[in-house]
């Protein structure tokens, strides 16, 4: 069955501090990875997307890893800002022919960052 | 270049009744997905559209129908309303359906379905 898990299921941490997220994956044939930040309210946003050849992305604050070994991810964030505070949701493609249907979401992780 | 916009953000309605949710692309993109977000179960798959046909329907029932219009626009239908309907529909545009998933995909604000 195809799973994206994600830990932890929440995270507070203060201001400046560095974390990292994770996703665990057992989506098969596998295509790609993303992770989206959703802010309360809002709809969810890309911050990186990654095949199986590439396994660090950067954009900004944020840096994802991929191990397609062991079908793993992280996300780390560097010097946490207020506006850090949201879900991070990671989601797997695998490879259908298709569109959203080969998309498999994870929980996400909520994040808050503590003055 | 504006963004996807869904109306209405939020609605209250009663169980048994039906609601209709409506969901306008970006320019250009001719490709449409919703998806239902709850807290327990997160981003569900509903329904995706392309040039005004259904390519693909999650495991919903048949409570929940859609469709797209020539301009690309699309709507959600979700008729019986039960208790368990209460959840952030969120509507994601992109220029086509891409295969093995390589499209990239821009979500609205999402509609807050509210059933009392």
């Known amino acids: 069955k195809n799973q994206v898990e994600q830990s932890p299921q929440s995270l507070i941490i203060l201001e400046g501090k560095n974390c990292t997220l994770q996703?665990?994956?057992?989506?098969?044939?596998?295509?790609?990875l993303r992770w989206y930040k959703q802010d309360t309210g809002r709809g969810p946003v890309s911050l990186t997307i990654?095949?199986?050849?590439?396994n660090t992305k950067s954009n900004g604050r944020y840096t994802a890893t991929l191990d397609a070994d062991t079908k793993q991810s992280s996300l780390h964030i560097t010097a946490s800002q207020l506006s850090d505070s949201a879900s991070y949701i990671c989601?797997?493609?695998?490879?259908?022919?298709?569109?959203?249907?080969?998309?498999?979401f994870g929980k996400g992780t909520h994040l808050i960052i503590q003055p | 270049k504006a963004g996807v916009t869904q109306t209405p953000r939020y609605l209250i309605k009663t169980r048994g009744q039906q609601v209709t949710l409506s969901c306008s692309p970006i320019s250009g993109h001719r490709s449409v997905s919703w998806y239902q977000q709850t807290p327990g179960q997160g981003l569900q798959f509903l329904f995706e559209y392309f040039s005004e046909t259904q390519r693909n329907k999650g495991n919903f029932p048949g409570r929940f129908s859609g469709r797209q219009f020539s301009n690309s626009r699309s709507e959600m239908n979700v008729s019986t309303l039960e208790l368990g309907d209460s959840a952030l529909y969120l509507c994601?545009?992109?220029?086509?359906?891409?295969?093995?998933?390589?499209?990239?995909?821009?979500f609205g604000p999402g509609t807050r379905l509210t059933v009392t």
């Open positions: 989601v797997v493609s695998r490879l259908t022919g298709g569109g959203a249907d080969g998309l498999t």
């Open positions: 994601a545009s992109s220029l086509q359906p891409g295969t093995g998933g390589s499209y990239e995909q821009y």
């Open positions: 996703c665990n994956y057992t989506v098969s044939p596998f295509s790609n």
């Open positions: 990654m095949t199986f050849s590439e």
